[in-house]
């Protein structure tokens, strides 16, 4: 993370000095960096006092302007240029992540914010600021919804850095770094999904035996069993959209799944096939919103299966 407020070009006198700073940063999780500077600490670290960040709900995605600083086209950071995205749409990119901590606390951010480690944020070379984006431990399959509001991290080997709120609920503090799938929501998209979610959610609470939270399954024809949350990994539901026998393929149709619910899915190998799974999700009622989702955008043959699957 590193703020390039510096590099508008009123501030263009400045870069000398920003060129100093970044080079202080280089990477927020590794520990690295100097003395001096605008930072009172010379390398990151996690906080002094421990905060329970488990509860730090997700990053609201809302349609924003963007931001008068940050956004500037091209920039140079450390002999390096950086084109930075006109547009988010689309954008899906599997990467490794790193986090940021006290070094930053309180600072300024690329587009002017100030930096705050116990909130949903990001850091990024090249999307636009603010982006919202749905990261994916690839590892465990959590995922998290962030605001990406700054630049960095300026490491080749590395895709974007989160706060700590973030990379907390990633699970991804011990190791520091973790790989990931960053993925862009579309605010208006997410917020029509939303909406419609709440109004299937009270449809639901309101109809006849809806605690039994049972419906047919649209690709056994069977009526399927009721769905219930669990801390057991085994039993999460998921909803199957396809068996391919081509991985890439596989992959390609989670991007586009992903890009267009803002929800993770996954990928598993059954012997030749590759099963393409929307989930984990929680209740009865997501998953019939999901399922109407997928409907809608198309796919029909679709199979609940549960995490031991």
């Not at 421990?50 to 140079?76: C, F, I, M, W």
């Not at 605001?147 to 520091?176: K, T």
């Not at 999700?281 to 809608?296: C, G, N």
């Amino acid at each position: 993370m590193s703020s390039l407020k510096d590099l508008l070009p009123e501030n263009a006198g400045r870069l000398i000095v920003l060129i100093v700073m970044v080079t202080l940063v280089g990477g927020c999780a590794s520990g690295s960096g100097g003395s001096g500077g605008r930072y009172a600490m010379s390398s990151d670290a996690y906080p002094d006092r421990h905060t329970d960040v488990s509860k730090v709900p997700d990053a609201v995605p809302q349609v924003e302007p963007l931001s008068r600083s940050g956004n500037q086209s091209t920039y140079q950071v450390l002999g390096k240029r950086y084109h930075v995205l006109s547009s988010s749409k689309g954008y899906s990119q599997t990467g490794r992540a790193s986090f940021y901590g006290q070094k930053f606390q309180g600072y300024d951010t690329a587009n002017g914010e100030q930096y705050d480690m116990y909130t949903m944020s990001a850091a990024h070379r090249t999307l636009p600021l603010p982006t919202f984006v749905r990261v994916t431990n690839l590892a465990n399959d959590r995922s998290v919804i962030v605001r990406v509001n700054d630049r960095g991290p300026f490491h080749d080997d590395r895709l974007i850095d989160l706060s700590y709120a973030a990379a907390s609920r990633l699970d991804m503090l011990g190791a520091g770094t973790a790989r990931v799938r960053v993925t862009a929501i579309d605010p208006r998209q997410w917020q029509a999904r939303h909406n419609n979610n709440q109004q299937v959610a009270a449809r639901t609470e309101n109809s006849p035996g809806a605690s039994r939270a049972q419906g047919i399954d649209a690709f056994s024809g069977q009526k399927s069993a009721p769905v219930t949350s669990s801390n057991d990994p085994n039993s999460a539901v998921y909803l199957q959209v396809a068996a391919l026998g081509s991985d890439e393929h596989a992959q390609a149709l989670r991007d586009k799944l992903e890009a267009r619910l803002s929800r993770p899915v996954r990928v598993t190998r059954h012997a030749a096939m590759h099963r393409v799974q929307v989930g984990p999700l929680d209740d009865p009622i997501m998953v019939e919103s999901v399922r109407s989702e997928l409907h809608e955008a198309g796919y029909d043959q679709l199979h609940r299966v549960t995490g031991s699957d």
